[in-house]
């Protein structure tokens, strides 16, 4: 089913029990430095683009030393797409005012706030969709509660990870099931209504079959793993290394210096 092949859950959890030096790193240690990733990508002026590209080491190594398939990133990213193109779509149109040239063409603010916007969705989501594949969703909730998040919404969070298909299933059959008794016709606007409304309450109804049946099993709210993992050494040595680089390329514009340097070296 399409709806089940966007979100493959199944095929994200096999990522995530892969064997790598990613995989072998402290889940707490990936999450803290993933989002200080994040906020330190998300601080940057609105126009800056050119000093984020040292940022893009991060994600890609995540994804080369854990043997993450980049086709599979890929068809994640182009899902979310839509959503940063909406909001920075109307950028080109609210700043018209020229920042800078490309030759004879002059490049007024708005496009590059939205270039800058567009890179820092890359950047972000990647680096977040690849710490979960490195990681695994139930470890990573484990490390999420022991770095002192909520456990209620740690529970949550894994909660809609993992019947977030579910619901999709069943909105794909609930889809097929009204087109074959349209004869063809296309769907009305109030039929989709109707469909989001029963599906409201038979997702309601499988959340109390649910949570009847995980209290039947022994379910007390607490996350656990097959193989809790300790921080050790190269745990460290990987958060030192990554705050030292984020810190750097944010005080520092590393890619102007690179440059720079790279053309002082050619002529």
Not at 18 to 35: I, Q
Not at 193 to 199: F, I, K, R, S, Y
Request: net charge positive; glycine share 8%.
């Amino acid at each position: 089913m399409k709806a089940i092949a966007h979100f493959a859950i199944g095929e994200m959890d096999e990522l995530g029990r892969m064997d790598s030096p990613v995989h072998r790193l402290d889940a707490r240690a990936k999450a803290v430095v993933t989002f200080v990733f994040i906020g330190v990508v998300m601080s940057f002026p609105r126009h800056a683009i050119a000093p984020l590209t040292p940022f893009l080491l991060y994600p890609v190594a995540l994804v080369s030393l854990g043997r993450i398939p980049v086709r599979f990133l890929a068809r994640k990213l182009l899902l979310a797409a839509p959503f940063a193109l909406a909001v920075g779509l109307f950028n080109p149109l609210l700043d018209r005012q020229p920042v800078m040239a490309i030759g004879p063409l002059a490049i007024s603010g708005g496009w590059v706030s939205f270039g800058s916007l567009l890179f820092r969705f890359l950047l972000t989501v990647g680096a977040a969709l690849a710490l979960v594949a490195c990681t695994g969703m139930n470890r990573l909730g484990a490390a999420l509660e022991r770095l002192g998040v909520p456990r209620v919404f740690v529970v949550q969070l894994l909660f809609l990870y993992r019947y977030l298909f579910v619901v999709s299933d069943q909105a794909v059959k609930m889809k097929r099931s009204a087109e074959l008794r349209s004869s063809g016709r296309p769907l009305r606007l109030r039929v989709y209504g109707a469909m989001v409304g029963h599906l409201l309450l038979r997702s309601m109804d499988r959340a109390g079959r649910v949570y009847r049946a995980m209290v039947a099993r022994g379910f007390d709210g607490e996350v656990r793993v097959l193989r809790p993992s300790a921080f050790r050494w190269p745990d460290a040595v990987f958060v030192a290394g990554c705050l030292l680089l984020f810190v750097s390329a944010r005080v520092w514009n590393l890619a102007e210096g690179f440059g720079r340097l790279l053309t002082g070296r050619v002529l």
